[in-house]
């Protein structure tokens, strides 16, 4: 799901030559609906392609925080995703309280936790994860936006190689 929507994104933000050159990149032939790649084809597809759109999104993070973004709109529209949208029943809150458990159900590695400081302020708190912080702040953003959530917003923070954390908010 995430290959496919990083090179859906590739497509829209840059041409079918940077497609082709992050599909390589991932050392996958043929992408198959429903079968688990190693997060490492992934991360080198991420790379390579904010490497490709940096210019464009003004600087890699922000490359980054676009790929994420986009990715949010694969991960909506998956089973698991779909899921996510139900349990919440149109509620922010119950939306960011599941991304956890949900997020587990579309990777096979770390560990996802959501602290509460307020009733539209939350710490998101990711142990074992490869991704790289931008990216997820993408992540979140774009599952917010979707949401409809007002003034969302998403402060991404790497605590070491492999924790982040990241402070997500809304208005009521």
Avoid at 16 to 21: L, T
Avoid at 86 to 113: E, H, I, Q, W
Wanted: proline share 3%.
């Amino acid at each position: 799901m995430f290959l496919r929507t990083t090179l859906d994104a590739v497509r829209c933000l840059g041409d079918e030559e940077a497609v082709r050159d992050c599909q390589r990149a991932s050392g996958e032939d043929k992408l198959v609906d429903f079968f688990a790649y190693p997060v490492s084809a992934s991360l080198r597809m991420v790379f390579i392609a904010a490497r490709m759109l940096e210019d464009r999104c003004g600087g890699i993070d922000e490359a980054l925080r676009a790929l994420g973004y986009r990715a949010a709109d694969g991960f909506l529209c998956s089973a698991a995703g779909m899921a996510l949208q139900l349990l919440a029943n149109g509620d922010v809150k119950k939306l960011v309280d599941n991304l956890p458990a949900t997020y587990r159900a579309s990777v096979s590695f770390g560990s996802r936790s959501i602290v509460w400081t307020g009733p539209t302020r939350g710490r998101l708190i990711m142990r074992r994860e490869f991704m790289p912080y931008p990216f997820l702040e993408g992540v979140l953003m774009g599952v917010l936006d979707k949401a409809c959530a007002r003034d969302a917003q998403v402060r991404g923070h790497q605590l070491s190689t492999l924790e982040s954390e990241y402070e997500v908010s809304w208005q009521t």
